[in-house]
């Protein structure tokens, strides 16, 4: 998940990145690295520490709900092998995600291979490192409660990732306001898939 932060914000850092030490005052480039730098130049010591405070308290955040979620992926993991007689480690990124929901819902895995072929859906388990069966439905329960509060934690991870790149953009322009210059903006949002978007924005001084 760090690396997805990191990643983003390359790429968002590479987009014209000689065009914008030409055409915009370096302080504005400064408030792209540390929100509130560009402020803090300009002598705008308020400006400055909201900013600082704001992206301190998203750090704390993503750091935060970073430690949570795989604190609770790993307590589900762990719990999950005890109680439910499977080696999760032993099960692939790609088959892990969608097996954890099946666990916390069906007791056991003859249980979910049934109900799947009543409904005459193709997608049952074979493999015994697949097998799983709950001691008692208070340990399926509490794997489930893990498992919810893990995605919980990764949502708001994932929103601080984005929260750390709005709060450069809006100290970026910021600085642009205090000194004066005029800009144009031009956003287009166009679905590359069923569930991504690809959001193109140009900036023109």
């Avoid at 055409?23 to 130049?41: F, M, Q, R, T, Y």
């Avoid at 970073?66 to 088959?95: P, V, W």
């Avoid at 003859?110 to 997608?123: A, G, H, K, S």
């Avoid at 306001?177 to 166009?190: A, F, M, P, R």
Wanted: net charge neutral; charged share 20%.
């Amino acid at each position: 998940m760090r690396f997805k932060f990191y990643i983003l914000y390359i790429l968002l850092f590479s987009i014209s990145y000689s065009q914008l030490m030409n055409n915009v005052d370096k302080n504005a480039i400064k408030s792209l690295v540390i929100p509130g730098w560009g402020e803090k130049n300009l002598n705008d010591n308020e400006r400055s520490k909201l900013f600082f405070i704001s992206e301190a308290s998203l750090w704390i955040s993503f750091l935060g709900s970073n430690h949570l979620n795989d604190s609770y992926i790993n307590n589900y993991m762990s719990f999950g092998t005890y109680h439910a007689g499977i080696d999760l480690n032993t099960i692939s990124d790609e088959q892990l995600s969608l097996l954890i929901v099946h666990m916390s819902q069906y007791d056991n895995m003859e249980d979910y291979n049934e109900t799947m072929d009543r409904q005459r859906r193709n997608i049952s388990y074979s493999d015994d490192k697949y097998n799983w069966d709950w001691d008692n439905d208070n340990s399926r329960n509490t794997f489930n409660d893990l498992r919810t509060k893990s995605a919980l934690a990764k949502k708001i991870n994932n929103f601080t990732i984005s929260a750390l790149i709005l709060n450069r953009f809006i100290s970026f322009f910021d600085v642009i306001y205090l000194n004066g210059k005029k800009y144009k903006i031009d956003s287009s949002v166009l679905p590359i898939s069923n569930n991504s978007l690809l959001f193109n924005c140009s900036i023109s001084f």
